[in-house]
C-alpha cells in the first residue's frame, strides 16, 4: 500500500580502501561527520604501505594492487570509491570508474587552495609521505593558477602516536613541529588521514586553520552523489 510517502532508497556505500589500520578510524569518522547519510565498506590491505618504496613512484606491482583492491570495490556495488594512502592517489588517475573514485587529498587540496592562503605547512609523519604530499600540492597550485605555496614538514614522532591512538601525544608531536613555522603560515594541510584526529585541537593549539583529508574527501563525495553541498 503505497501512502504517498517516498520510500528512502538504499544508503549510499561508500567504499573506503586503505593501506593502513590508522586511517580506517579517521575515514570512517569523516563520513559521520559530512556524509552520515553513507554507508561505509573498509577494505585493507595493511601491506600496501610497508611494501611501497621509501623513494621514486611506485612499481607497476603495486599499482596493479591498488587498481585490483578497486576494481573489487565496484564489483561489490559501491557508489563511490576513496582510497585513503596518500602515496596510492595517482592511481586514481589510471582509473576510468562510473561512480566518484576519490584520491585521499584532492578535496582537501582543492579546499585549502580555493580558501586564499599563502603559505600552507604540509606535516606528515614520515618523509615520503611528506614529500609526495608537497609535490602534487604545489601540482595543483600551479594547474589552479594559484599563488598558494607548500612548506613541507615530518613530525616522526606522530607515526608512533597514531598507531596508539593516542590523540594527546599525536597533537603534541604534530604542534611540535609545526610552531617554528606558524608565524609565517596561514593554514596547515595534514597529509595522512591517520593524523586527522588531531585536525582540531591542533587548530587551537596553533591559531590556524587545519585542513584534513577524511572531512573534506567525505564532503566532495557528498556533493557528487546528492548534490548537497553543506
Known amino acids: 500500500m503505497n501512502d504517498g510517502k517516498a520510500t528512502p532508497g538504499p544508503a ?21 561527520e559530512e556524509f552520515p547519510a553513507a554507508e561505509p565498506w573498509n577494505l585493507l590491505d595493511d601491506r600496501l604501505l610497508a611494501d611501497a618504496p621509501a623513494e ?51 578535496a582537501a587540496f582543492e579546499r585549502a587552495l580555493s580558501s586564499g592562503f599563502g603559505r600552507v605547512l604540509v606535516v606528515a609523519s614520515f618523509e615520503a609521505a611528506m614529500r609526495d604530499s608537497v609535490t602534487r ?52 594541510l595534514l597529509a595522512q588521514y591517520s593524523l586527522a584526529p588531531a585536525a582540531a585541537p591542533l587548530a587551537t593549539a596553533l591559531g590556524l586553520p587545519v585542513v584534513s583529508g577524511p572531512q573534506a574527501a567525505a564532503a566532495a563525495l557528498r556533493s557528487a552523489l546528492t548534490g548537497r553541498r553543506a
Request: one cysteine or more.
Open 56 to 106: 621514486g613512484p611506485l612499481p607497476p606491482v603495486l599499482v596493479d594492487r591498488m587498481r585490483r583492491l578497486i576494481g573489487y570495490a565496484l564489483t561489490g556495488g559501491a557508489h563511490g570509491v576513496l582510497l585513503t594512502c596518500s602515496l596510492y592517489g595517482p592511481v586514481t588517475d589510471t582509473f576510468e570508474t562510473p561512480v566518484p573514485l576519490l584520491a585521499p587529498d584532492t
Open 137 to 188: 600540492f604545489s601540482a595543483a597550485a600551479d594547474t589552479a593558477g594559484s599563488p598558494t605555496r607548500a612548506v613541507g614538514v615530518v613530525a616522526p614522532d606522530a607515526f608512533g602516536a597514531a598507531r596508539r591512538n593516542d590523540t594527546p601525544a599525536l597533537v603534541e608531536a604534530l604542534r611540535k613541529v609545526c610552531l617554528p613555522y606558524a608565524a609565517e603560515a596561514d593554514a596547515v
Open 12 to 32: 549510499p556505500r561508500i567504499a573506503l580502501i586503505s593501506a593502513t589500520p590508522t586511517a580506517v578510524a579517521p575515514a570512517v569518522a569523516g563520513l559521520a
